[in-house]
């Protein structure tokens, strides 16, 4: 059956830690019998293979002895977590769910039969194989939220390898590509998947103390955060081995200065997407934007600067979009990148590159020098039509001081760009704002 590989993992680790949730300790022998438990149950409830269940959740542990239970039962998944919570209804329609699985914050179940009839192509043809399916939303930071369907035979392939089990921090979502990886990855290696009942620097550092964490995969977003709140001088986080971080391009400064802070934590740079999951990674070196990405079972190439990825775990399609790939079966990313060899450095997503006057400006390299300066907590850069330029340089940018003078801040923030950036990618706008500027998700909320 589907996930028979990860079952022996458990039994060979039955009496090992599986997961920590509000400070209670569950062993790989309680997940089997939990597992058990929730095979049953969808029987009784004549809950019928292939059917689509909409699972909200976080990581508690009903919701990961639920998650694998319907894979085995061959439904078709689709995660949702409170991050969503305003587009829920429209991701139940889009998503055809017929069944909803609702997990409260004290880990009930409750099971409610949903109108719809799930009748799209891309399910028929998972149930024409007999294959559990998976359906992950896109963030939507830059546009609608693509319904991404996989195969998860395809899917669960890459972890049937074994490797080192780890003390991981579930701090990238439930229903994000990054979590579920993290979660599939840990438990198939007889780690122990760690939850967070918050995700705020001092309450995740607190967390990699109190149980010994080694991994904490996350965003850049947060590594700053981290960094500009000095949570970790409050916290001993000496049993870290390695933060991996994704999901948006990551800044040299903030890269190089974490490395100084923590010489001995490995810090490595992951790629994934809802489309295609998470790629096999090697950064150059520790203070380096340089990777490597592939692995087993896939292939890229760069095309006018855009990554494109052939994969064998790619999704099916989309429910709500039209196909992605192109004739000879090749994703694109929407990544610009530069090629150095074998590596290749992440600038930011086309669709967010700024034309001034014909020349390209990513985002991601201005905000990284505006969050050099001391007085700056975080900084979103974005365009603006301009009928000169076509467009210009704008930037949003939330202070640590709230009681900063605006237009000294908006002065000093200038000249620092001038100092260190070609004319055309210094701002023309800044504003100063005060609220926080990231999702849910922890990353940057771009226009």
Not at 9 to 28: F, G, M, P, S
Not at 57 to 69: C, I, K
Not at 117 to 133: D, K, M, V
Not at 250 to 267: G, Q
């Amino acid at each position: 059956m589907v996930i028979d590989f990860l079952l022996q993992v458990w039994k060979d680790n039955h009496d090992r830690e599986a997961l920590i949730w509000r400070d209670e300790v569950y062993t790989y022998g309680w997940l089997l019998d939990r597992f058990g438990y929730w095979r049953r149950s969808l029987e009784n409830e004549k809950i019928g293979p292939r059917s689509v269940v909409i699972l909200e959740g976080d990581f508690s542990p009903n919701a990961v002895a639920l998650f694998f239970a319907l894979l085995q039962h061959l439904c078709i998944l689709v995660p949702l977590t409170d991050a969503v919570k305003g587009k829920k209804e429209e991701f139940i329609s889009i998503a055809q769910g017929e069944i909803s699985l609702a997990i409260d914050k004290l880990d009930s179940v409750s099971i409610t039969r949903l109108k719809n009839s799930a009748s799209h192509p891309l399910y028929n043809q998972l149930r024409e194989t007999g294959h559990p399916g998976l359906v992950l939303f896109s963030s939507g930071s830059t546009g609608e939220s693509k319904a991404a369907v996989h195969d998860m035979v395809r899917l669960l392939d890459k972890f049937k390898q074994r490797r080192p089990s780890m003390r991981t921090i579930t701090f990238l979502l439930y229903d994000h590509v990054g979590g579920i990886n993290t979660m599939l990855h840990t438990l198939s290696n007889g780690g122990c998947i760690i939850t967070v009942p918050e995700r705020h620097p001092d309450v995740v550092l607190e967390t990699v103390e109190k149980y010994k964490a080694e991994l904490l995969p996350t965003s850049p977003t947060f590594l700053n955060l981290l960094l500009m709140s000095e949570a970790y001088k409050r916290h001993d986080i000496s049993s870290l081995k390695t933060i991996s971080y994704g999901t948006e391009p990551m800044s040299e400064f903030t890269l190089r200065r974490f490395h100084e802070l923590f010489p001995n934590v490995k810090l490595q740079q992951t790629y994934g997407l809802s489309e295609l999951g998470i790629l096999r990674s090697k950064s150059r070196d520790a203070n380096s934007l340089w990777v490597k990405i592939g692995g087993e079972e896939f292939e890229t190439r760069v095309v006018d600067d855009i990554l494109h990825i052939k994969a064998r775990s790619a999704m099916l399609g989309y429910l709500n979009a039209p196909s992605p790939f192109t004739e000879d079966g090749w994703f694109n990313t929407g990544d610009s990148v530069e090629v150095d060899g074998d590596y290749v450095r992440f600038l930011g997503r086309k669709s967010e590159i700024i034309n001034v006057g014909g020349e390209k400006v990513y985002p991601a390299e201005v905000e990284g020098v505006i969050e050099q300066l001391p007085s700056v907590a975080q900084a979103v850069v974005y365009g603006e039509k301009n009928a000169i330029t076509g467009n210009i340089v704008c930037a949003d940018v939330t202070s640590f001081d709230s009681e900063v003078d605006d237009k000294e801040l908006i002065s000093s923030i200038k000249q620092h760009c001038r100092d260190r950036l070609q004319k055309y990618k210094v701002p023309v706008k800044i504003k100063i704002v005060a609220e926080s500027q990231y999702t849910d998700r922890f990353k940057k909320s771009r226009r």
